[in-house]
């Protein structure tokens, strides 16, 4: 991937949480405390602004730029949870990219991101789609299985207790759901996905 | 100023500056304070950059304690101290304790010339008393 297809990658990441930012604050409002499409699409709106900026070095420096934009301007668990996400792609974005180096890279990304979050897994977080999406990747997937199983995943969310972040405080009322967090992790693999698939 | 600072983090501006008047009042003049509150936009949140300018407000090289109230807010802390200079990583630390309370607490500790670990021990103490 060069620096133009990474470009247009997170050009289309950023107008998809976009778009869907009122459904992702609606999301928040049943289970959270209803500000996730809001921080989301002013993270995304300053990093399509920073845009020519960030693109100016390589695919590392891109994504770790953007990392620390979502850090710096979407302001709640949301920011430095992305931002992580972001940053660590950045930091480990390998030389050559194959299907063992990405799934390796982004394995480290979502470690990274358990670890800021103390999260895991099954928790009804963006983790249930990030670590699924993983596991995917391991196995070579293409864009057509990955855009399923996210979504399968994402939808698996609803019957989930909530054990961490704000939707914890509810408890069983958490159950019957979609996550928030789950929902825009879905997003942004489905925008990476219409990129791929369109630059054939 | 030779005290460990305080630094007051919430999703809400008015929270942090009604807990920082209260240290103020209650604790004096005696040790260095900030807060900040409220995200990029404005709205309720907390935000990175506010951290670090708070962090740089109330720093002192015996070092920085820090109260957060929920969520968000102990994460963008746990970001903002990872992004400052290396040489001053070490020297800032987030309570485990209740935000009004704990501020009280720590700012006391510190007020008595206490080191970094104390002030955290005694504010996180709190929790104890609630259990």
Known sequence: ?200 | MSNVGIVIVSHSPDVAKGAADMVRQMVGQGIPLAWTGGNPGGGLGTSVEGILGAIDAAWSDAGVAILVDMGGAETNSEMAIEMLEPARQGKVVICNAPVVEGAVMAATEAWSGSDLATVKRTAEELNHDLD
């Open chain 1, 1 to 200: 991937m060069n620096i133009t297809q990474a470009r247009i990658i997170i050009d289309s990441v950023a107008r998809r949480v976009i778009a869907h930012a009122d459904e992702l604050t609606e999301l928040d409002q049943a289970i959270g405390d209803g500000d996730h499409g809001l921080n989301m699409r002013r993270g995304f709106e300053a990093v399509l602004a920073d845009l020519d900026t960030l693109a100016a070095g390589d695919v590392g420096a891109l994504f770790n730029g953007v990392g620390r934009t979502l850090v710096m301007k979407v302001g709640g668990a949301s920011g430095p949870l992305y931002g992580t996400l972001f940053m660590q792609l950045g930091k480990s974005w390998p030389a050559e990219l194959n299907a063992q180096t990405l799934h390796a890279t982004c394995r480290a990304a979502v470690d990274a991101v358990a670890a800021r979050g103390k999260s895991q897994q099954g928790q009804k977080t963006m983790l249930d789609v990030l670590v699924p999406m993983c596991d995917e990747l391991a196995t070579g997937a293409d864009c057509a299985a990955l855009r399923a199983r996210c979504a399968a995943c994402a939808q698996a969310t609803v019957p989930m207790l909530a054990t961490r972040g704000r939707a914890s405080f509810l408890k069983e009322r958490s159950i019957g759901h979609l996550d928030p967090g789950a929902r825009s992790s879905q997003l942004m693999i489905e925008a990476v996905c219409d990129c791929l698939e369109n630059a054939g």
